[in-house]
């Protein structure tokens, strides 16, 4: 197995040296997969907990509503960890006249298979789906091509099956709402130090996370797959990324890093998992 994670100067697209390195140098009985998903978090403020949940829906309501309120294609999946928060989002929803259908906690199975079908031929466009029902029944959702997770949710290994659920789509887009409040959630999926500085950034300020989470995520799926990774780090700035790769042994695993401007704490945080963590070595 070859795993090639990358940030490159040039933005999140596929370039020509990554394609080269792709259709040369990766061999794999199975197939080959191309993901990019840019993960973006946006941070809200609220100046007490007791008033979290208000401070929250009106940011989703003033920020986040507009943008797809009026979007003709649909595929748009809205994530609430709380069953409260469900039903708040369901009441905006109907103020709204929004076309959305429901995947809550007490809808019974003809409802939900009715509300799938609807959402996968853009019957509804929006699709409310929370934490409980996924605890329980796990489906895989089909059609999502914009994940909004409303609230991150409690256990961290569902963020990883959430956004996987994107795969297939072929624009990918995923916002996180957040607020100082969520620290402790937060910091199970993308690690303390980017929680730290994620939560000390400006009101209503964007934070990118592609590398942090689609690694860990990454490693943390082989984790459960009981798998032994013979990891071969590089953590620097490639010009030639083929080249060292050619000069490798290709009768073992590799897991390259291409870094450009990436905050130290994080590229400890690769090391750590890459030389500590998982069963790597």
Request: proline fraction near 2%; charged fraction near 25%.
């Amino acid at each position: 197995m070859e795993l090639i994670l990358c940030a490159l100067d040039s933005g999140y697209y596929l370039n020509p040296d990554m394609n080269a390195l792709f259709n040369h140098h990766c061999v794999n009985y199975q197939g080959k997969v191309k993901s990019v998903l840019r993960q973006i978090y946006e941070r809200f403020d609220a100046k007490t907990i007791t008033v979290a949940d208000d401070a929250r829906l009106e940011y989703f309501a003033q920020k986040v509503f507009p943008k797809i309120k009026d979007c003709e294609q649909g595929g748009i999946m809205l994530f609430a960890s709380s069953y409260f928060e469900f039903v708040r989002l369901r009441n905006f929803l109907k103020s709204q006249n929004a076309s959305f259908c429901l995947l809550g906690d007490y809808n019974d199975q003809k409802d939900i298979s009715r509300a799938r079908v609807w959402f996968f031929e853009g019957k509804r466009k929006i699709m409310l789906y929370t934490e409980r029902i996924h605890f329980y029944r796990r489906y895989k959702i089909r059609g999502i091509r914009n994940l909004i997770i409303y609230s991150l949710p409690e256990r961290k290994e569902f963020y990883y099956e959430i956004v996987n659920m994107l795969e297939g789509s072929d624009d990918l887009a995923c916002t996180v709402l957040f607020s100082q409040f969520d620290k402790l959630r937060l910091e199970r999926i993308v690690g303390s130090a980017p929680a730290k500085r994620m939560i000390k950034s400006e009101k209503g300020g964007k934070s990118d996370a592609l590398q942090g989470c689609s690694l860990i995520s990454i490693i943390a799926e082989l984790h459960n797959m009981n798998c032994v990774i013979n990891y071969r780090h590089i953590v620097q700035e490639c010009n030639s990324v083929a080249d060292k790769l050619a000069a490798m042994s290709r009768h073992s695993p590799i897991g390259v890093v291409e870094w450009s401007s990436v905050p130290q704490s994080l590229v400890g945080l690769v090391n750590k998992e890459a030389h500590e963590g998982y069963g790597c070595s």
